[in-house]
């Protein structure tokens, strides 16, 4: 996986480092209570963080709620609410959006509550990650590198337990239409029938080999990218480029 960030030196993760900084954000996640079908939202750019986030939530038993960056105020907050998301993972900044402050317009309770949040507009959601500067941010928030590295794991050996009772029926991801013609709606994949799907298509219709590099340019919060960036190109072992 080749990530081109805006600035700084092109990130370069093997697959054995992607498996490993998923395998602790799911002991993380479990920490803080997510366990099967919980729904973990994720609110990024295309970034390797979304991609381990993805693998993680998935490891820990979890649904992973795909959010567009594209959504904006009320479409996000209809989002979150009828995804039931109860973790989100998200962006601080994206160019001149601050995620931050436009979930605090709606749910101003994840930057003043300590612990577990309780919001009417959000009720389900508990608490929030942020990727990027956390400047300013508290609360209920908590920065990427403290949720990935920190002290509040769940033990290995009950991550492993858990993975190993992912059945390929279970559900693994909810990602939503574009609401152009109405409200978003919701569309769910399981786990088997997903990656089914994903890898069929890139051996048949795009013959990809693992030493093929493999770009997509589409985000991730929508069904070519998830499908094209991280599954398909994945699945057959090509480098996917961010």
Known sequence: MVFHPPSGPVVRHTYAQVRDEAFAIARALVARCVTKETR???????????VTAMFGVSLAGGTCVLLSSFARGAE?????????????????????????AEIGEFCPELAT???????????????????????GLGG???????????????PAAVVDAIAAEVAPSDRALVFFSSGSTAKPKGVVHTTGGYITQ????????????????YW?????GWVTGHSYIVYGPLS??????L
């Open 216 to 220: 997509c340019s589409a985000d991730i």
């Open 76 to 100: 996000l907050e209809y989002l979150l609410r009828v995804a039931d998301v109860s973790l989100l993972i998200f962006e601080r900044s994206v160019l001149n959006r601050d995620f931050a």
């Open 198 to 213: 994903a890898t069929a298509s890139m051996q048949w219709v795009f013959d990809l080999h693992e030493d093929d590099t």
């Open 236 to 241: 057959a072992g090509a480098t996917t480029l």
């Open 140 to 154: 209920a928030i908590e920065g990427w590198q403290e949720f990935v590295d920190g002290d509040s794991k769940a």
């Open 40 to 50: 973990v939202g994720v609110l990024a750019t295309n970034r390797p963080e979304w």
């Open 113 to 135: 509550t300590q612990g577990d949040v309780y919001a009417r507009r959000l009720p389900f959601l508990r608490r929030a990650v942020c990727i990027g500067d956390m400047d």
